[in-house]
């Protein structure tokens, strides 16, 4: 059997892995390995895009907006470095929840049966008790109430931005695209906690609908 000592191939193409240096600049990590490598290239893509005044869509899926990750996106809206967001239903209503009331650290092990008797969700290791969507059903019934009485048909970014208007909490994703003219698009939004509320409201305004094809005008529009 032949050991091999020295590999030229692998010393001529790959990277040397480097300790990190935190007074380094991020593009530097991805010289690190794992996922730092994945984000060193990130920082390079970003820098290419701002330097090329690309249109910026940024696409996230609720869960981001139920954990902590929320507070960075929303430092990208507030900033100005993104043009689009496109997301789920749920990352609104995580947002909605988020503004007023925080959600609870737990266990990916956690018994799902022993927190369901306690009124208690969860979403991987975060837990969400009841009294938060008792608290979404208020804030959501009140917003499509308002939108109601101005138009019978309303798209999932107008009413995403009319629930950022309403949020005072400068942590929030919508409080800062409404702020500064960020679209958000949520082409499944009846998918989420959102969907359902959309759906008790019809029930007593059974004229009230969501135009999603509204939304594709206006994205194509902007594309």
């Known amino acids: 059997m032949t050991i091999i000592l020295f590999n030229e191939y692998a010393e001529r193409f790959f990277m040397d892995v480097r300790d990190i240096d935190p007074n380094e600049p991020l593009e ?7 996922q730092a490598t ?6 390079e893509l970003i820098k290419k895009m701002k330097k090329e005044k690309a249109t910026i869509y940024l696409t996230f899926t609720a869960n981001m907006i139920a954990s902590g990750l929320r507070g960075i996106i929303a430092d990208m809206c507030k900033r100005k470095f993104v043009d ?7 990352s609104i209503d995580h947002d909605i929840i988020k503004a007023e009331k925080p959600y609870l650290l737990g266990e990916f092990s956690a018994d ?3 927190l369901h008797e306690k009124g208690i969700n969860r979403i991987g290791n975060i837990l969400v008790p009841n009294d938060r969507y008792v608290l979404l059903e208020k804030r959501v ?7 109601y009485a101005t138009k019978k048909i309303a798209s999932p970014s107008e009413i995403a931005e009319a629930a950022g208007k309403k949020i005072r909490d400068d942590k929030s994703f919508l409080y800062w695209c409404a702020k500064n003219k960020i679209p958000v698009f949520s082409p499944g939004i009846t998918d989420s ?7 008790f409201f019809k029930q007593k305004r059974k004229d009230f609908g969501i135009d999603v094809t509204a939304d594709m005008q206006r994205l194509a529009s902007i594309t």
């Open 28 to 34: 530097n990590l991805k010289q690190i390995g794992f």
């Open 193 to 199: 906690a959102l969907g359902l509320q959309v759906y």
């Open 112 to 114: 799902d049966k022993s």
């Open 38 to 43: 994945e984000l060193g290239y990130a920082v």
């Open 141 to 147: 019934q009140a917003l499509l109430e308002e939108i």
């Open 84 to 90: 689009v967001i496109i997301t789920t239903g749920g």
